[in-house]
């Protein structure tokens, strides 16, 4: 059977694609790698990403719908815990700063972009370590 192999990328609605787009680049690292639609549409990659695109961005306006049944959060893996803490130094000096999490086979931290779309950085605890949580 066929499997798939892993998410390439995320589509976001969000109030203003270049604003959103500026945050992860500035906080988050992303490289702007596309800009179409007359700038409603902008693409972006994370840092030690070889896609495309992570994250494409489409402006729609300020609207905001319900936080009903949709996405919750998007999840960003970093290499090394001194990574996360350099991210959650940089979301805290931003104000995006959300909750911190130790989920025994990982830890992470929580932000939100300019739209409240909140996300994930997180780091991988070596399995060894995993200790209750080892499968």
């Keep these: ?3 798939i192999r892993r998410l390439n990328h995320a589509v976001l ?3 203003d694609a270049q604003t959103t787009a500026n945050f992860y680049q500035q906080v988050l690292g992303f490289t702007i790698v596309q800009v179409a639609f007359d700038g409603r549409a902008v693409f972006v990659r994370a840092g030690g990403s070889e896609n495309h695109h992570d994250l494409g ?3 729609i306006g300020s609207a905001k719908k319900s936080n009903g049944i949709g996405l ?3 999840a960003w893996q970093v ?3 001194d990574e996360l803490v350099e991210f959650r130094n940089r979301l805290k000096t931003v104000g995006a700063l959300s ?3 130790n989920h025994g086979v990982s ?3 929580y932000g939100h972009d300019p739209d409240g779309i909140e996300f994930e950085v997180m780091w991988m605890v070596p ?3 995993w200790g209750q949580y080892a499968v």
């Design 13 to 15: 609605y969000v109030s």
């Design 79 to 81: 290499d090394t815990i």
């Design 1 to 3: 059977m066929s499997k």
């Design 127 to 129: 399995a060894t370590d």
């Design 72 to 74: 919750y959060h998007l």
């Design 57 to 59: 961005l489409f402006s």
């Design 99 to 101: 909750g911190e999490s």
């Design 107 to 109: 830890k992470s931290i």
